[in-house]
């Protein structure tokens, strides 16, 4: 009898032991049940989803009614994640959705579905996963529309599907071209300016402008200039390029703008060259040193000469056309020979001359002839003539003795004074000091 106890103590360990492992570390093997299972052994790889979708017709219209399409299966916007018995889905580290639900084939513990469906002819229990769950927590394919948002999963052990109450998904990298702003800096210059939003990680890496030419550039500023060649209307767009986790362009219709570069302006100027006026030329190619804005630099100035007048022997500035050979000489030299001569009337002497016109002097001089008419006309006085050497030279006067006195000059008076002054002294002190004695 102890030896039957011993036998059937071992195998109810051996049964603990191994029930204890299959709920503590659950097998493929352990979840195969096609009684509550909609896929008996379950999904584990994307390629069986497929697989098992489109081979099962009751499978494919469960997960339409679960909001995945065809594309979805076919890995749109699909990613693994994991839900957890207290209604958790987790994907990439982050909660996508709480209150999570399933549904199951058949169930052991009606009182704890919410409820029932039919799909496709087929009848599900919805279960909340704290109630249908025997394990902690379950591998999952998770499907998000193109914002992030979850829509719906389904338990890789079973293929029972999973959804729930989305979280809002973390705001995505936004990259937005705004607009094209437009300079007028000359007549075919301008300057352009773009704004450009980046929100919640994105950024901006450079500029490419279009100017509308046939000419583009990329640039980091947000600020460029350009000058065309050519007049005409032309239409300017600048892409924002960045990124948004990835590498992206963005444009807009507000980063789009039209311009008109006008056609030069033209000016009628003086040629300096011919003093042709008007000629018309274009503004950039004016040079002071061959037009002239002043139409007067072209007008004819009539050409001058120097002449001399014959008949009063001055020398004056005439117009060419007015020059005349029987008044005027260009020999400037005939009026420089001989000043011009008067005959005048010497007033005192009543004598007639002829002086230079220059020397004519009114208090002495008269013009009026008649005035001398008593006398005859004389020559001018001729100089006397200066006497005659003297053969012998004259002779050198003696130079006075000390004792004599000068007879002239008023130095030679004084000093002479003195010095008889001084010889009487001294034969008055002479004579004194022989009485001493």
Same mark, same amino acid.
């Given at each position: 009898?102890?030896?039957?106890?011993?036998?059937? &103590?071992?195998?109810?360990?051996? &049964?603990?032991?191994?029930?204890?492992?299959?709920?503590?570390?659950? @097998?493929?093997?352990?979840?195969?049940?096609?009684?509550?299972?909609?896929?008996?052994?379950?999904?584990?790889?994307?390629?069986? +989803?497929?697989?098992?979708?489109?081979?099962?017709?009751?499978?494919?219209? +469960?997960?339409?009614?679960?909001? /995945?399409?065809?594309?979805?299966?076919?890995?749109?916007?699909?990613?693994?994640?994991?839900?957890?018995?207290?209604?958790?889905?987790?994907?990439?580290?982050?909660?996508?959705?709480?209150?999570?639900?399933?549904?199951?084939?058949?169930?052991?513990? #009606?009182?704890?579905?919410?409820?029932?469906?039919?799909?496709?002819? /087929?009848?599900?229990?919805?279960?909340?996963?704290?109630?249908?769950?025997?394990?902690?927590?379950?591998?999952?394919?998770?499907?998000?529309?193109?914002?992030?948002?979850?829509?719906?999963?389904?338990?890789?052990?079973?293929?029972?599907?999973?959804?729930?109450?989305?979280?809002?998904?973390?705001?995505?990298?936004?990259? /937005?071209?705004?607009?094209?702003?437009?300079?007028?800096?000359?007549?075919?210059?301008?300057?352009?300016?773009?704004?450009?939003?980046?929100?919640?990680?994105?950024?901006? =890496?450079?500029? /490419?402008?279009?100017?509308?030419?046939?000419?583009?550039?990329?640039?980091?500023?947000?600020?460029?200039?350009?000058?065309?060649?050519?007049?005409?209307?032309?239409?300017?767009?600048?892409?924002?390029?960045?990124?948004?986790?990835?590498?992206?362009?963005?444009? @807009?219709?507000?980063?789009?703008?039209?311009?008109?570069?006008?056609?030069?302006?033209?000016?009628?100027?003086?040629? +300096?060259?011919?003093?042709?006026?008007?000629? =018309?030329?274009?503004?950039?190619?004016?040079?002071?040193?061959?037009? @002239?804005?002043?139409?007067?630099?072209?007008?004819?100035?009539?050409?001058?000469?120097?002449?001399?007048?014959?008949?009063?022997?001055?020398?004056?500035?005439?117009?060419?056309?007015?020059?005349?050979?029987?008044?005027?000489?260009?020999?400037?030299?005939?009026?420089?020979?001989?000043?011009?001569?008067?005959?005048?009337?010497?007033?005192?002497?009543?004598?007639?001359?002829?002086?230079?016109?220059?020397?004519?002097?009114?208090?002495?001089?008269?013009?009026?002839?008649?005035?001398?008419?008593?006398?005859?006309?004389?020559?001018?006085?001729?100089?006397?003539? #200066?006497?005659?050497?003297?053969?012998?030279?004259?002779?050198?006067?003696?130079?006075?003795?000390?004792?004599?006195?000068?007879?002239?000059? =008023?130095?030679?008076?004084?000093?002479?004074? +003195?010095?008889?002054?001084?010889?009487?002294?001294?034969?008055?002190?002479?004579?004194? @000091?022989?009485?001493?004695?």
């Amino acid at each position: 009898m102890n030896k039957l106890k011993r036998i059937g &103590i071992a195998i109810s360990l051996g &049964i603990a032991i191994i029930g204890g492992v299959w709920l503590a570390s659950p @097998s493929r093997a352990a979840v195969c049940d096609k009684w509550i299972n909609v896929i008996e052994c379950g999904t584990r790889s994307h390629q069986e +989803l497929k697989s098992t979708y489109y081979s099962r017709s009751d499978f494919r219209s +469960l997960m339409n009614w679960n909001n /995945t399409n065809d594309a979805m299966i076919e890995g749109k916007n699909m990613k693994n994640g994991v839900v957890y018995k207290d209604g958790r889905v987790v994907v990439d580290g982050r909660v996508v959705a709480t209150g999570a639900r399933t549904v199951q084939r058949n169930t052991r513990y #009606p009182a704890s579905s919410y409820g029932t469906e039919v799909v496709g002819g /087929t009848k599900y229990y919805k279960f909340d996963v704290q109630n249908s769950f025997v394990y902690n927590q379950f591998d999952i394919f998770a499907w998000f529309d193109d914002n992030g948002k979850f829509i719906a999963g389904v338990i890789k052990d079973c293929g029972n599907p999973i959804w729930g109450n989305p979280t809002p998904p973390p705001a995505k990298p936004s990259l /937005t071209c705004d607009a094209l702003q437009k300079t007028e800096v000359s007549r075919d210059t301008f300057k352009f300016s773009t704004k450009a939003t980046a929100k919640d990680g994105a950024s901006v =890496t450079s500029y /490419t402008y279009n100017f509308g030419d046939g000419t583009t550039q990329t640039t980091t500023s947000s600020e460029i200039q350009h000058t065309y060649a050519k007049p005409g209307n032309y239409k300017v767009t600048v892409t924002v390029n960045g990124k948004e986790g990835s590498d992206v362009q963005k444009t @807009s219709q507000g980063c789009q703008t039209q311009i008109t570069v006008k056609p030069e302006p033209e000016m009628q100027v003086c040629r +300096l060259s011919d003093k042709k006026y008007p000629v =018309t030329i274009k503004e950039s190619e004016f040079d002071e040193k061959k037009y @002239s804005k002043n139409p007067n630099d072209c007008k004819e100035v009539p050409e001058e000469l120097d002449v001399c007048i014959i008949e009063s022997k001055q020398i004056k500035k005439i117009k060419k056309e007015e020059f005349d050979e029987s008044k005027h000489t260009t020999d400037l030299s005939r009026c420089k020979e001989t000043p011009e001569e008067i005959e005048i009337c010497v007033i005192e002497s009543k004598q007639i001359k002829r002086i230079k016109k220059e020397e004519f002097n009114k208090e002495i001089h008269t013009t009026d002839l008649s005035k001398c008419k008593e006398k005859p006309v004389t020559p001018p006085e001729t100089p006397p003539t #200066p006497p005659e050497t003297p053969s012998t030279p004259p002779k050198t006067p003696e130079t006075p003795t000390p004792n004599q006195l000068p007879r002239t000059g =008023t130095t030679n008076i004084v000093m002479s004074a +003195l010095g008889l002054g001084g010889l009487t002294t001294a034969i008055i002190a002479y004579v004194a @000091s022989r009485r001493q004695m």
